[in-house]
């Protein structure tokens, strides 16, 4: 049940510390130095000899699919491309028995990914699920897996699953990374314990940004637009930021890298444009700050995602929520947190249906 909260998401918001923490256990034992995941092990001349990692999904799962391929590039240098199922299907892709595929499914039913899948299984690849539901059709066929083990997702918009995933996904590219020497053992041991701390950052956030999070909802209920923007790993974070104040609350909303901003969006900004910025520290920050410039030039209104103690973005934003510093690949998991509760809080003041948005089902099974 609710667990005295109002709605299932934001219950699935509060539990992250618990379900990211379910994902590592028996995987991230950082006192041995390793990880452990057979599904991984017993193939791992399969992902060491790919000629690349295709990584297929829809939706949040896609998000967490390109925040995946930013992980497993930098630290396992393999080659990752990032697919819509519903487009790799149809353009006759070209796959070969060297490619390994990760099909990324809360549901596991998703009958774009399930089709992609298969195409890819028919042609030769090794198939490798992420999938939350225990048992389902995508886990399935896949040849070998990890579950993400976060739990029942029972509100439409993912929450707790996605930053499970990106769980999984760092601990794939470690450990991949470690395997082949990509990944020294020194910053293999030092991003492991950082990874070991993530739930307690994510305590942290839930408790210092809740209620602040909740009165900065109260000024945007009439927004009609938001852009939300981020570089590097927050690229992702800021496309599901978007994602999640669309399901719920009906505002439009785009995600875009911060650089893009000025090949067309920026077009759009005035005193009535919220932009929401995710401008961690160690993301490309100066980039960032001239970024917020421009838009502050414009008079757009700044939300800004930064660290605790940031002078340069805060000084020039309208409203600024503070998270704990990490190493830049982990700063989607701890910057989406608030963004999960902003898309909450203003879709519940909206008085929006919060757990079954219009539309939309939790396992999307038709095409
Ligand atoms: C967004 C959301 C959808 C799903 C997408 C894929 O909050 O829930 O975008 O992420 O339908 O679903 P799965 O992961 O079950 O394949």
Redesign the pocket.
Known sequence: EKGGYEHFMLKEIFEQPKSIHDTMRGRLLVEEGIIKMAGIWDHVERFKNANRIIII???????AGLIGEYLIEEYARIPVEVEY?SEFRYRNPIITDKDVVI????????AD?MAALKLAKEKGAFIYGI???VDSS?ARITDAGSYTHAGP?I?????K??TA?LTILTLIAFKLGKHNGNLGNADFMSLISELDAIPKKIEEVLNTTHELVQNIAKDFINATNFLYLGRGYNYPAAL?GA??LK??SYIHAEGYPAAEMKHGPIALIDENMPIVIIAPKKGHYDKIVSNVQEIKARKGKVIAVVNKGDQQVSAMADYVIEIPETSECFSPIVASVPLQLLAYYIAVYRGANVDQPRN?????TVE
């Open positions: 999904a829809c939706g949040t799962s896609w998000h199922a099909a990324i499914s809360q549901s596991g039913e998703t990914t999938c939350n539901v995508i997702e509100g439409v918009a993912s929450t699953a996605f995933q599901e994602l999640k399901e719920i939309l089902a939790k396992s999307v």
